[in-house]
């Protein structure tokens, strides 16, 4: 059965950092841009950053652009999520996503939150972060 594993999480102060990894299991990544999203309580998801199928394009959200990093590692089949200098209003739970596309520019659309959760071929479980002050 094909499935994304989510790892990673936890809690941390403000000013802390904290990886996240995404590992698929029964299909490869090569077909795939990747996404990460956020839900915090009461809010709507929000696209935080993507990854072309290549590796070579990432895209990211303004409110975490410069203390996010999306990578990909080909030959595990893993993505991860370096958060950095992360604050409260970062708290959420976070979910990877695999769209299935090759082109260099469709991570645009996954961050922009044009996409419905439908349109996604895998989910991880989710994970939770929590930011104290």
């Known amino acids: 059965q094909p499935q994304f594993v989510q790892s990673g999480g936890g809690l941390v102060q403000a000013g802390g950092s904290l990886k996240l990894s995404c590992a698929s299991s029964g299909f490869t990544l090569d077909y795939y841009a990747i996404a990460w999203f956020r839900q915090a309580p009461g809010k709507e998801r929000e696209g935080v950053s993507s990854i072309s199928s290549s590796g070579q394009t990432t895209n990211y959200a303004a409110s975490v652009k410069g203390r996010f990093k999306i990578s990909k590692e080909k030959d595990t089949n893993t993505v991860f999520l370096q958060m950095n200098n992360l604050t409260p209003e970062d708290t959420a739970i976070y979910y990877c996503?695999?769209?299935?596309?090759?082109?260099?520019?469709?991570?645009?659309?996954?961050?922009?939150?044009?996409?419905?959760?439908?349109?996604?071929?895998?989910w991880g479980q989710g994970t939770q972060v929590t930011v104290s002050s």
């Open positions: 996503a695999a769209f299935p596309a090759t082109s260099e520019v469709a991570g645009r659309t996954l961050v922009a939150g044009v996409h419905s959760s439908e349109d996604f071929d895998y």
